[in-house]
Structures are given as structure tokens and as C-alpha cells.
């Protein structure tokens, strides 16, 4: 999807309080027990709890594009296990109750990408997603629910034009209940982009509920991600090589909390690109020198659901150890 990568600051930006890295913040409200990056979770944590995709469905195994558009079409439950890689020329869709799993930690796809349009329950794990030629997302979700992305490696270079590629990972058109856990997205100008537009609040507000937790951004320019109208809780992730990191915009309300940013420039922003500003709560975050530009704070302090956040002290520990395909 594709919208304008960064636009000067509007005048307004005088009101917005820029912090230093050493900023500390409120207590946390959750457990702080480490999680095991070596123990993958049989089912997601956050927005996307519930989603079980494929089920107990007994797996079929693809190795050829034909075979693997065969397999995923229709909402019956079914499980795909992907073996190799697959040569890609725009994108697959993908129907509903259904998983798709790689073999290995090599296999998955490369040139495009795969498409949940208007489905539901749907789990992605274990893939390689590389290179998608523009106007493909490496995964697009669009006018889905529960849907679960999990230990994929997502990844394009820097070598080409910002818009040679599309989006590693975009979620639009009201999809929402979705969790993004323990993916590595490496090498992009464009991560992840929640809400395609300003213009589509009537479609978007009341949806766009994403948690994204212990995944790794390395170099990747912005968006990770930006989130707008929605609802986004972005924990335990680690990132390093970000010109603009977390970005809220169009009233989304995010909970940034125990998150780690390295050679950083803007951790976190509210007030980027777009006509209105977005509201963000941070706690327990090690932002490593980059500044923050929160113009907002939220109300959005409490998720929904049961999780646990383990402190910044050892995330990069566990996501540098358990992210990514191959890792589950």
C-alpha cells in the first residue's frame, strides 16, 4: 500500500514534547517474567487470541505454486506446509480456517507475496518472505479477523527506489483481532503499515485492533509500525537501524511498552504525515538515544486480553534467539 514515506512536521510540532532517551515511565501493570525464546507458543497472544487457523486438519505439502494455489483455496480447515521456495508474480490468496506452514528454514516465497482479502482465521508461520516487487505486500490483510502471523523472516534490500518494493506487511480495510509474533522484518524502507489512508476512518475506526510482540526490525526505514485510526499494542520487540519507528497518527490509540530501539533516530512519533495526530502511552521502553515526539497520551493502558511482558533488560536476548523462521 502507498502512501507518502515522510512529509515535513506541521507547524504544531512546537507542542510536542521531544524526550531523550533516558526517559523512564510509569510502572508496568503486567508480569515482567521473561518469556523463552527456544518455547514458541502453540497459540497467539493479544489481539489475535482465538485464531486456530487450519486446527488439527492434516497437513498437505506444496512445493509448486500451482499446488499451492490449489491448496488454499476455500474456507474448509486446512493446513499447507510449504517445502522450498516459491517464485512469486503478484500475490496468492489465501481462504479462510486455514494454516500455512513452512518446512524447514528456508522455505516460503519470494517476488511477491501472499493476500487475506475479506477471510478469517488464518495462521502464517514459518515462512521466508522476501522481495516483493511493488504493488505487492510481502503478506497484505485486508477486511480480515483473526488472523495470526508467527516466526516468519520477511526481508527485501535497500539498493532500489523506496517504492521498488511494497510493504513487508500491511493490515487495512477494518481487518482486526490480529497478533504479529516473533517475525524478523530486515532490509525495507516501508515495514508495516496499519490503515492505508487518512480518508478511510468510516471503513477503519472501531477495527484495526494489532499486537505486535518480540519481533525484530533491522534496518528498517519507518513504519513500525504506523498505525492509524486503530488500536495497537507493541511490545517486546527490538529495534535497531529506524530513521521513524512506532508511528501513531488519525486518533490510533498504541501502548508502547518494554521495547528496545537501537541506532534510532525517532523511537516513537504521533505527529508525522498525516492531518491529525495519533495518541501513544509508553512504559518501560529503552529507547538507546533516539527521541520521542508524543504530542498525545493515550487512554489505551490496559490490553484486553492476558499477557506477559518481559522486561527490556532481556528482550534482545530473546529475540535475537527466537525470532524468525526456523526458530518453532
Known sequence: MRTPLRTPLRSRRSRITALAAASTVAALTVAVL??????AESSPVGFGAGTTGGGSAAAVTVSSLAAFKSAVTGDSAKTVKVSGL?????????????????????SGFTGGGLRLKSESNIVIRNLNISKPLAPSDGITVQNSTKV??????????????????????????????????WNTFKNHFKGSLVGHSDNNESEDKGHLRVTYHHNHFQNIFSRIPSLRFGTGHFYDNYVEGADTAVHSRMGAQMLVENNVFRNTKIAITTSRSSDEDGYVVQRGNDLGGAATEISQTGSFTTPPYSYT??????VVASVTGGAGAGKI
Open 34 to 39: 521473561p518469556n523463552s525464546a527456544g518455547a
Open 86 to 106: 516459491i517464485s512469486l508474480s503478484g500475490q496468492v490468496d489465501i481462504g479462510s480456517n486455514t494454516t500455512v506452514l513452512g518446512v524447514g528454514s528456508s
Open 148 to 181: 495470526w502471523i508467527d516466526h516468519n523472516s520477511f526481508f527485501a534490500d535497500r539498493d532500489h527506489d523506496k517504492d521498488y518494493y511494497d510493504g513487508l506487511l500491511d493490515i487495512t480495510h477494518a481487518s482486526d483481532n490480529v497478533t504479529v509474533s
Open 309 to 314: 511482558a518481559e522486561p527490556a533488560s532481556s
